[in-house]
């Protein structure tokens, strides 16, 4: 049986200061991802799913085994678009071109996908994803929900649970989903567009 682990930031705990603080990212990786892990890992004897992928859990599973599942996968690609100090500000190549067809502009994107964080009703996530065509959709997803349950290829996403922020930002959601732009690693996203015909 496979047992799941918890991913390893590639980054410093402290690297995304002022943006996401090493408190917050103590508690929000190494108590909650952390505890998603645990009790994915408790519940997979006995399920069916004991060598599954994530992809595959939360594509096919319920319950549970679907919302731990669901949250590994959602905070594994959270964490890993980030960085200390990205090279870039915008995306560049193929991205780039989807974005402005598809929404405009860069900026039209930026305002709209913070708009679809901000107005999430309680916990869950907003999300940039790609269809089989390659159009790029804004999608809001409650709890540990994922686009890939749609067959969309999730590219970015922003965690709108108040684990993510309440530390530093308290109530104020859309402050910190307007700060999450000077962290985002749009190599790691551009990569995922490239590679979003090809299943891991």
Known sequence: MKKFELMAL??????????????????????????YVNNLNG??????FE???LEEIVCKASGGMLNNAGQILNHNLYFEQFAGEPTKSAPTGQLAEAIVRDFGSFETFKEAFQKGGATLFGSGWVWLSADKEGKLVITQETNAANPIQKGLKPLLTFDVWEHAYYLDYQNRRPDHLAALWQIVDWNVIEQRYQNRFVEK
């Not at 508690?27 to 909650?32: E, I, L, M, Q």
């Open 10 to 35: 590639p980054y410093a705990l402290d690297a995304l200061e002022p943006v996401i603080s090493k408190q917050t990212l103590e508690f929000h990786h190494g108590k909650h991802l952390a505890g």
């Open 43 to 48: 519940l997979l004897p006995g399920s069916g």
């Open 51 to 53: 060598e599954a992928s």
